[in-house]
C-alpha cells in the first residue's frame, strides 16, 4: 500500500502547522510529526475506520484533527 496526500490536505496540514506554531514553538513541528504518524498507521490500518461524509476517518492521537481518506486498491488517498 501507499499513501497519496492530496492538495487540499497539505494546505490543511500547512494551516495547522502555522495555527500550532503560533500557540508555541516547537508545537507545529510536533502537530506535523503526530499527523504524518496518523497518516503512516494508516498503512496498517486502512479501512477499519468509520464513513462520514463519504470518507473515513481517522482521528488524531494528539491533537483534535481528523485525517479523511478513501481506499483505492493499493492507494490510500488523505483527503483532508
Not at 503560533?22 to 510536533?30: F, I, K, P, R, V
Not at 504518524?37 to 498503512?43: G, K, V
Not at 462520514?52 to 482521528?59: A, E, I, K, S, T
Amino acid at each position: 500500500m501507499k499513501n497519496e496526500i492530496l492538495d487540499e490536505a497539505e494546505a490543511d496540514l500547512i494551516e495547522g502547522y502555522h495555527f500550532y506554531e503560533a500557540q508555541d514553538a516547537g508545537l507545529g513541528s510536533y502537530f506535523l510529526d503526530s499527523l504524518f504518524s496518523d497518516i503512516d498507521s494508516l498503512l496498517i490500518h486502512a479501512g477499519v475506520h468509520a464513513v462520514v461524509f463519504g470518507y473515513r476517518r481517522c482521528l488524531s492521537k494528539r491533537f483534535p484533527f481528523a485525517v479523511y481518506y478513501s481506499v483505492e486498491g493499493e492507494l490510500i488517498r488523505v483527503s483532508a
